[in-house]
């Protein structure tokens, strides 16, 4: 048997495997969701204060809803933080990672979940505003916010990054989503480029989602397109915030530590690399 690497910790050592041992306990950790007021920031939140995390819980302008998933979190025995802040301005991006630094004194786990379309318009009539502010929010908020976690993140030794990316990146941005999609292919490239750099104290990884039923489709799918996705998919479903979030908290978790530079479908077999 191969010793083990020097000064590996043992979470991410196979050869200290514990019988017994729950890799998914998250208990003494900190969190980090963006977008965490609806959808699957929400979901993800409450799957990570579940397994044992302090979650900052972050939102731009959906205050209300941030309180309420703070809440919930509370109800349930957990620990969080509300932490506003626009990402598409650079001094909220850092300062939002600053503020829960200071009440929690670590970061663990950084689930970069927040974006938005902004507003859907085809490429050649896409007005140079709305491209910028959807890379801003997107892909340079994203970065900044990524940026000023690395460091507490590689302190802790066990640091884990996940990347909420969109199968706009596999469409091509369909329905005038070209500026979103092309932010998040960027967001794709910039997780692989941050799980080599970043590694080994921190994995970094990414999940693609298909159709999940969530209020940002309630803003901007139709019902009826809803509906066919329901029939273009093969398990005949589309998806639930709840099924992402399991997911990514599983890929925070010492049950992952030998995934890095991942990127995970969860689409139903609707679209298959």
């Known amino acids: 048997m191969n010793p083990p690497a020097a000064g590996a910790p043992e979470s991410e050592n196979p050869n200290t495997a514990r019988s017994g041992r729950n890799d998914g306990d998250l208990s003494g950790r900190v969190a980090l969701v963006t977008g965490a007021g609806t959808g699957i920031g929400r979901a993800t939140a409450l799957a990570l204060a579940e397994a044992g995390a302090m979650v900052g819980v972050h939102y731009c302008r959906s205050e209300d809803a941030a309180a309420r998933t703070l809440a919930t979190i509370q109800q349930q025995g957990g620990s ?9 301005i650079a001094a909220d991006c850092r300062r ?3 503020e829960l630094a200071a009440q929690a004194k670590r970061l663990d ?3 970069n979940n927040a974006g938005s379309p902004i ?5 050649e009539d896409c007005p140079l505003e ?3 502010q959807s890379l801003a929010t997107n892909l340079t908020g994203t970065f900044l916010v990524t ?10 030794g066990r640091g884990a990054i996940v990347n909420n990316l969109s199968l706009s990146v596999q469409t091509g941005g369909a329905g005038g989503a070209g500026a979103y999609a092309a932010a998040k292919g960027g967001l794709q490239v910039m997780t692989r480029t941050l799980a080599r750099e970043l590694a080994p104290e921190v994995r970094v990884n990414a999940i693609m989602p298909g159709v999940i039923e969530t209020p940002h489709h309630d803003q901007f799918t ?5 509906a066919e996705y329901r029939t273009e998919t093969p398990l005949g479903r589309n998806g639930q915030a709840g099924e992402v979030a399991a997911v990514i908290r599983f890929l925070v978790s010492d049950a992952a530590r030998f995934v890095n530079g991942a990127l995970l479908d969860i ?3 609707r679209f298959l690399r």
């Not at 969080?80 to 598409?88: E, I, K, P, R, Y």
């Not at 507003?119 to 490429?123: E, G, M, S």
């Open 80 to 88: 969080g933080v509300l932490l506003q802040g626009d990402l598409s």
């Open 119 to 123: 507003r859907k318009v085809r490429l």
């Open 222 to 226: 139709s019902p009826e397109r809803m």
């Open 147 to 156: 940026q000023r976690a690395i460091p507490l993140l590689r302190a802790c």
């Open 96 to 98: 939002i990672v600053d």
């Open 267 to 269: 689409n139903g077999g």
């Open 130 to 132: 709305v491209w910028q």
């Open 109 to 111: 786990i950084l689930v």
